[in-house]
């Protein structure tokens, strides 16, 4: 088990390499230190010198990741990070808190590590993490919405990305995997106008379109569809199923679902309302008022990926099953294939246990894009990421 001691040791090892670096680039590049003033080099060091690096640096984050020992420990695996039992936080050093939150300063997604970050209102100058006694004392929203912990920051675009990439692969023959930006709406118009080039090369077998995407302008939750449509029939689908992530148990239908059929008419027209099915899984618990915002679930990209994998999964293995089966059927063969929420006898896993498994998808997603920022080289040298 990786203790809280080991990891304040391989921190302090890591706040060495990076100073030992800005110490070479501050005598390299004085011209560009424009915070330092009448700062000691010690006291620069301490305060400003990473803030001048990044202002005055191409891509800062990927000059970091040159160095072999700076970019072994930005890169390192879950299982050399110390998770904050009641938190749920990984232990950073100062220095690392900064660089994630410079990075995510710089505005730019490929500078943007997944979850490491607080949003910059809630940065010191530096690039520390404010404490929250210094917010207005009138923001509550500030003070206690997301993006405080680690297991309570909304997904960025990265993370959609790296989803995307996952579940589209599974695309092919009469499957396509629709993971993209936008709402549901803009997918179901593609569905339409995707038909009707099928009809048109005379495809008459059914087409299966597996749809992730937010819900609506309105409402940007997260959710998953199932469209089956006869190229024969372009205008109306054979089976709709619909996949939400909220904690309820069916028939009770989430709060939302009301912006389902209302984007499914838009398309569709009224009459689609009758067809819809609701095949939501109850995976993401309801944030309460007055919770500590470290519990609160923000995890539905994970959710609604797991639910895009299955649903394709299935379509491939069956789809006599996804056209013709029972909803109980296809909830029973979809949890087989949820493993990370599901237990073997198919009871949904314990709380702890998801927010444990969401925290490592979380810590992973960082890894995968720092990874990506390396120089080959690094990536394939001798030490691990």
């Known amino acids: 088990m990786y203790t809280k001691e080991m990891a304040e040791a391989a921190n302090l090892n890591f706040e060495f390499e990076v100073n030992q670096y800005l110490r070479d680039w501050i005598f390299e590049h004085e011209d560009?230190?424009?915070?330092?003033?009448d700062?000691?080099?010690?006291?620069?060091l301490s305060n400003n010198a990473l803030r001048d690096f990044f202002l005055?640096?191409?891509h800062?984050?990927?000059?970091?990741?040159?160095?072999?020992a700076i970019a072994c420990h930005l890169g390192r695996d879950a299982s050399e990070v110390y998770f904050d039992p009641t938190s749920g936080d990984p232990l950073f050093s100062l220095i690392e808190q900064r660089i994630y939150n410079l990075a995510h300063r710089m505005d730019s997604e490929k500078m943007h590590i997944p979850f490491r970050s607080v949003q910059p209102c809630k940065q010191t100058e530096a690039g520390d993490n404010s404490d929250i006694s210094t917010y207005p004392f009138e923001s509550e929203e500030i003070r206690y919405n997301s993006g405080n912990h680690f297991t309570s920051r909304p997904a960025n675009q990265n993370v959609f990305e790296e989803n995307s990439k996952k579940c589209s692969a599974k695309s092919g023959g009469n499957l396509c995997v629709m993971?993209?930006?936008?709402f549901l709406e803009d997918r179901l118009q593609e569905i339409k106008e995707q038909v009707i080039i099928t009809n048109e090369a005379g495809e008459q077998e059914l087409q299966y379109f597996v749809v992730c995407s937010r819900h609506s302008p309105r409402e940007g939750h997260f959710g998953t569809s199932l469209v089956i449509m006869d190229p024969l029939n372009r205008y109306f689908p054979v089976r709709v199923l619909v996949c939400d992530t909220l904690l309820k148990e069916l028939p009770n239908h989430p709060r939302w679902w009301?912006?389902?059929?209302?984007?499914?008419?838009?398309?569709?027209?009224?009459?689609?309302?009758e067809i819809i099915e609701d095949l939501s899984l109850p995976l993401q618990k309801v944030n309460i008022k007055g919770d500590d915002p470290f519990r609160h679930d923000w995890d539905c990209p994970y959710y609604v990926t797991s639910m895009t994998d299955a649903l394709a999964d299935l379509i491939l293995k069956d789809p006599g099953l996804m056209l013709n089966g029972g909803l109980d059927e296809i909830h029973h063969e979809m949890k087989k294939l949820m493993q990370d929420y599901y237990n073997s006898d198919l009871t949904i896993k314990e709380r702890q246990d998801i927010r444990s498994i969401n925290s490592l998808k979380r810590w992973n997603s960082g890894q995968i894009l720092i990874k990506e920022l390396m120089p080959y080289e690094a990536r394939n040298s001798s030490y691990e990421v």
């Open 179 to 182: 993971f993209k930006r936008g």
């Open 60 to 68: 800062p984050l990927k000059h970091l990741l040159q160095q072999s």
């Open 39 to 44: 700062q000691s080099l010690a006291e620069y």
């Open 258 to 273: 009301h912006h389902f059929i209302a984007e499914y008419s838009n398309v569709f027209g009224n009459a689609i309302g």
């Open 32 to 37: 560009e230190t424009l915070l330092q003033f």
């Open 56 to 58: 005055h640096s191409f």
